[in-house]
């Protein structure tokens, strides 16, 4: 059912509730009195506006609010009876409605008109007893007059509880949506920077690489030119890849369709690209055709079989996180070794990536030098949690005798097992 429909079958409920009321109350006005049936029935059918139609904006609950407790109060100062059970059984659904506006008043309002409301509301629900004390006869005690107030302030009361409680809720209830936001914002950010960094840091270098060599030689920076397409085409499948994350799954239309992108878009034409273990030989190639340290990948034979896709996928953005940093940090260093090894732990069978460079001393490749420090994005720490919700751990520390190392070991899962 659309939004659409849910408020128009509030609205339709709601004015039938209306109608029925008005209808007891014009039934009931002879032995009643016109006071006391039109001052219930005006606080019943705002209960029914607030509570079963649900208007959006504080400014109805203010004027509904106001209006009913003013109604109340001048009843009570002008009623002269008689205290009929007409009159008692009008009055009880007024204190349950005004009961009712007080809860949405605070669970609704802002925090300073909510305690007003919450004041002018109360003081009419406890001085709605004079109408019977006052006007039965025999007349009611001071005593017993006294106590059936303090009995109605203590409703009052409760209804102003039950309001916090509802607003409390409220705002966890809000507070949940944000963190979830936020937690599908820190992914998103993640799958930018895992996936188009490299891929945007390579177009930088050989950028860089073509500026300078084109003082030299012109015809060897047009060759350039080339990886650097390579390099940008793959970035931008990157980020599309990205943002496809963020649609909904859309069923696939006729040959032909136009693409589009952002929320809801068709899925873009051609294979997703898989972003885990399987495509290392892959990854090392794209990184040596565009620029230097020279990658050597050491891939012991049947490492990757039968890997758990969430520890390929993670295990495939160290790597990625690692020749990043590589190419940021390590401009001096002439090779890279990409070692992945099947090992043993004591709990089970792990999977030993490593990373490690041999630049004699941290230095930024061709075109970052101006780069802002800490500008990464999430990096190592985003990817040691992701490691550690794996069961594994991720280390990145300077090697000897030369160089930096980053290495991750993860738990091996061939089974339907998942984190």
Request: net charge positive.
């Amino acid at each position: 059912m659309t939004e659409e429909w849910r408020t128009r079958l509030r609205g339709g409920a709601c004015g039938l509730l209306v109608a029925a009321t008005l209808v007891v109350a014009v039934a009931t006005t002879a032995s009643a009195k016109p006071l006391i049936s039109g001052a219930g029935a005006a606080s019943v059918i705002a209960a029914l506006v607030l509570t079963v139609w649900s208007p959006g904006r504080n400014g109805v609950l203010t004027v509904v609010s106001v209006g009913t407790a003013a109604l109340s109060l001048l009843v009570t100062l002008v009623y002269q009876g008689p205290a009929r059970t007409v009159a008692a059984n009008w009055w009880t659904a007024e204190t349950l409605a005004l009961m009712t506006i007080l809860a949405a008043a605070v669970r609704r309002s802002r925090p300073r008109a909510a305690l007003a409301l919450a004041a002018v509301l109360s003081v009419a629900i406890a001085a709605s007893p004079l109408r019977i004390t006052l006007n039965i006869v025999p007349p009611a005690s001071s005593d017993e007059t006294i106590q059936l107030c303090l009995l109605w302030a203590i409703l009052a009361m409760v209804s102003s509880g039950v309001g916090v409680y509802l607003r409390n809720l409220d705002a966890r209830g809000r507070a949940a949506v944000a963190a979830e936001r936020r937690t599908q914002r820190l992914s998103l950010a993640r799958n930018l920077h895992d996936y188009a960094a490299h891929d945007v840091t390579a177009v930088v270098v050989l950028a860089e690489a073509a500026q300078v060599m084109a003082k030299e030689d012109l015809e060897k920076a047009l060759e350039l030119l080339p990886e650097i397409t390579a390099a940008g085409a793959q970035a931008l499948k990157a980020m599309d890849h990205t943002v496809q994350l963020l649609a909904e799954p859309q069923p696939r239309e006729e040959p032909g369709e136009s693409v589009g992108y952002g929320m809801g878009a068709t899925p873009l034409p051609g294979p997703r690209p898989r972003r885990d273990l399987s495509e290392l030989e892959l990854l090392t190639e794209r990184f040596n055709r565009t620029g230097s340290p020279l990658v050597v990948l050491d891939l012991a034979e049947g490492a990757l079989d039968g890997v758990d896709p969430d520890v390929s996928s993670v295990g495939y953005r160290v790597i990625v996180e690692a020749l990043t940093n590589v190419r940021r940090h390590a401009g001096s260093a002439s090779h890279v070794l990409i070692a992945v090894r099947r090992v043993e732990r004591p709990s089970g069978p792990g999977l030993r990536i490593r990373v490690t460079d041999d630049a004699p001393h941290p230095e930024p490749g061709p075109g970052l030098r101006d780069r802002a420090p800490r500008s990464g994005g999430l990096g190592i720490a985003g990817l040691t949690d992701q490691v550690r919700a794996l069961g594994g751990e991720l280390t990145a520390a300077p090697h000897r005798p030369a160089g930096w190392r980053v290495s991750a070991l993860l738990p091996l899962r061939t089974g339907p097992e998942r984190p």
